[in-house]
């Protein structure tokens, strides 16, 4: 499996304006790469292939004098771009491709060569901290601080700028641990996302919601309010332009630091998740609570405990959220409740908790239905309706279109 490793880089002020000149020219490339393939298809009805636009820019680097600064094979990457990009949007994943501005072009990728690591572990205190030199083909050596050593192969490095920051970010093929083959009842948790509490399992305890956004917006709002009189493209602009973006880099910082801790939290006590299969972009569409569910991230929890589960060999399991929080967990009746309720109260069984637990513990028994079709080869990844079993469905169940109520 694929894993990524982040570290930041320390260019000289004369690489970081060369790094920088490079962007500007890749992008250029870019833009030309695109009308290219648009004006071919236009005129000739001809669709450029991948290959095509690779020697296209390499002819177009050949006359170019700062292209021809630049590492032959992070030109050609160029065009890999332009083809994901086109291939991406008429298979309906992203719009269609527009011409990228300088200011948001903001990355380079050695494919397979030009770049050299050397480090030596430095101590710090009793920590052990490595740090080196990166080489960058017509760039030279880069200071690094690598916080953590690398793992498994490198397949590709990738050079960010992002908030006035410059990092390297290495593609490593790590192989993954073998899946858990028996998953005993009780080694499976169950969660329930949510906005006042962010996860609650089922076992009942809670995970509070820090609202990492909530907490620094008065400052984005006051700076963006000074940025919005500042004259456009000014040296004050670009200024208060780059603290926004520092804030905003720091907020998701903190977001994807915490939900690491809880992902790790989480398979430390079990060897199977199981979490809502969330359609994040459909539930944005509530006005009221759309920056709420933004701040919460919940789309990107679920690919982190999805990654985290194949990297340590364990078993994550997506069910369908649909009636999770309608349903008694004990006896599967129908309770229906509003948004604001907090407590759930069966009138047939007489089970009263709170309503994200109900929930959590409902999600959970889904989850430990699913386990015997998981063992007989089905991929978790792809999601199991709800509930595994094909003798009941919730949606079958509202309707009343099934008999004896039972989740194994």
Same mark, same amino acid.
């Given at each position: ?13 004369r690489? *970081?304006r ?16 695109? /009308?290219?393939?648009l ?26 004098g700062?292209?021809s ?7 050609q990457e ?26 948001k072009?903001?990355?380079l990728? #050695?494919?397979?060569?030009g770049?050299?690591l /050397? ?5 710090? *205190? ?8 990166? #080489? ?5 050596h ?9 793992? *498994? ?14 990092y ?17 009842e ?15 399992l ?20 006051r700076l963006?309010?000074?940025?919005s ?7 004050? #602009? ?17 977001? =994807? /630091? #915490? ?5 790790a ?10 979490? =809502? ?69 069966c ?9 994200a637990e ?13 386990l ?19 003798k009941l ?16």
């Amino acid at each position: 499996m694929l894993v990524s490793f982040k570290y930041r880089i320390y260019p000289k002020p004369r690489q *970081g304006r060369l790094l920088k000149s490079h962007l500007a020219a890749l992008c250029t490339l870019y833009n030309a790469l695109r /009308d290219l393939k648009l004006r071919k298809w236009r005129s000739e009805h001809v669709s450029l292939t991948e290959f095509d636009l690779e020697q296209a820019a390499l002819a177009i680097r050949r006359a170019d004098g700062t292209l021809s600064q630049i590492h032959s094979q992070v030109v050609q990457e160029v065009a890999s771009r332009v083809s994901r990009a086109f291939k991406n949007h008429f298979e309906g994943r992203a719009r269609f491709p527009k011409r990228k501005k300088a200011r948001k072009y903001r990355s380079l990728t #050695y494919p397979q060569s030009g770049f050299k690591l /050397d480090g030596e572990v430095c101590w710090k *205190g009793k920590r052990a901290e490595l740090k080196g030199k990166l #080489y960058l083909s017509k760039v030279g050596h880069v200071r690094i601080f690598m916080h953590r050593p690398l793992q *498994g192969k490198v397949k590709s490095l990738t050079v960010k700028y992002e908030a006035g920051e410059w990092y390297a970010i290495f593609i490593c093929e790590v192989p993954g641990k073998p899946k858990i083959e028996h998953v005993p009842e009780e080694a499976v948790v169950g969660g329930d996302l949510g906005l006042s509490k962010f996860l609650t399992l089922s076992d009942g305890s809670p995970t509070e919601n820090p609202k990492y956004l909530r907490r620094t917006e008065a400052k984005i709002m006051r700076l963006q309010k000074v940025l919005s009189r500042a004259q456009k493209d000014s040296k004050n #602009y670009r200024k208060l332009a780059l603290r926004i973006a520092k804030l905003h880099m720091h907020v998701r910082r903190q977001r =994807e /630091d #915490y939900q690491d801790k809880v992902v790790a939290e989480l398979y430390m006590k079990a060897e199977a998740v199981v979490l =809502e299969r969330l359609r994040v972009k459909n539930l944005m569409r509530n006005r009221k609570l759309a920056k709420s569910l933004a701040d919460s991230a919940f789309h990107q929890f679920i690919a982190k405990a999805k990654f985290k589960a194949d990297l340590l060999g364990k078993w994550f399991i997506p069910v369908d959220p649909w009636g999770t929080s309608q349903f008694c967990w004990k006896c599967l009746n129908w309770t229906p409740k509003r948004l604001g309720e907090k407590t759930h109260e069966c009138s047939k069984c007489g089970e009263k908790l709170p309503k994200a637990e109900n929930s959590a513990k409902l999600i959970r028994r889904l989850g430990v239905a699913a386990l015997p079709s998981l063992k007989l080869g089905y991929a978790p990844g792809r999601g199991v309706k709800t509930p595994a079993t094909p003798k009941l469905s919730l949606r079958r169940l509202a309707r009343g279109k099934t008999g004896s109520p039972s989740l194994q």
